[in-house]
T-cell receptor
Framework: DTGVSQDPRHKITKRGQNVTFRCDPI?????LYWYRQTLGQGPEFLTY????????KSRLLSDRFSAERPKGSFSTLEIQRTEQGDSAMYLC????????????FGPGTRLLVL | GDSVTQMEGPVTLSEEAFLTINCTYT??????LFWYVQYPGEGLQLLLK?????DKGSNKGFEATYRKETTSFHLEKGSVQVSDSAVYFC?????????????FGTGTQLKVEL
């Protein structure tokens, strides 16, 4: 069990550019979650997958955001036309497909939009 | 909707002092409750959890009891150490809200001094 990994750990970009983040969950975990955490706040839910199906999206996930999990393993989160307000830590978590099961978090990708 | 309220920090304690971090919640169903901890420069780690009323979660000397009557899940530790300095997040997972997404509080920073 190598844990949840995320890449890159840090990303600096200019406003208007597109960015993509990757998350690799724990291998036997079918569920994968994305959260966003801004400074001084708790993480906020963005979206989650069970296998390759995206089952829920938060209203925080504007149309500039898209997430995929094409083969039910790793996932990508893309932000198009980044804005300064997108600056945050983007967290990925995974869990077994059991109700109320513990979610295990990756180290996060810190995005700074200049 | 679901929400979690926890006491604001920072909380500063001397080593070996008693710790309480208050957490109350609002949920439509019967949530599971969690405490996560974030050490400086690291990702979120599960500290403990409780899945039904009157359950007590415990780990590393920390405890929290699921109190349905007061909708609370206060975190306690009898004797804190400098190594406990971190940000602590209370969270809930409510299956009736759809999915297993976590709703977090804003976090409480704990500083333990010698």
């Amino acid at each position: 069990d190598t844990g949840v990994s995320q890449d890159p750990r840090h990303k600096i970009t200019k406003r208007g550019q597109n960015v993509t983040f990757r998350c690799d969950p724990i291998s036997e975990h079918n569920r994968l979650y994305w959260y966003r955490q801004t400074l001084g706040q708790g993480p906020e839910f963005l979206t989650y997958f069970q296998n390759e199906a995206q089952l829920e999206k938060s209203r925080l996930l504007s149309d500039r955001f898209s997430a995929e999990r094409p083969k039910g393993s790793f996932s990508t989160l893309e932000i198009q036309r980044t804005e300064q307000g997108d600056s945050a830590m983007y967290l990925c978590a995974s869990s077994l497909p059991v109700s109320q099961e513990t979610q295990y978090f990756g180290p996060g990708t810190r995005l700074l939009v200049l | 909707g679901d929400s979690v309220t926890q006491m604001e920090g920072p909380v500063t304690l001397s080593e070996e002092a008693f710790l309480t971090i208050n957490c109350t919640y609002t949920a439509t169903g019967y949530p599971s409750l969690f405490w996560y901890v974030q050490y400086p420069g690291e990702g979120l780690q599960l500290l403990l959890k409780a899945t039904k009323a009157d359950d007590k979660g415990s780990n590393k000397g920390f405890e929290a009891t699921y109190r349905k009557e007061t909708t609370s899940f206060h975190l306690e530790k009898g004797s804190v150490q400098v190594s406990d300095s971190a940000v602590y997040f209370c969270a809930l997972s409510d299956p009736t809200g759809g999915g297993n997404k976590l709703t977090f509080g804003t976090g409480t920073q704990l500083k333990v001094e010698l």
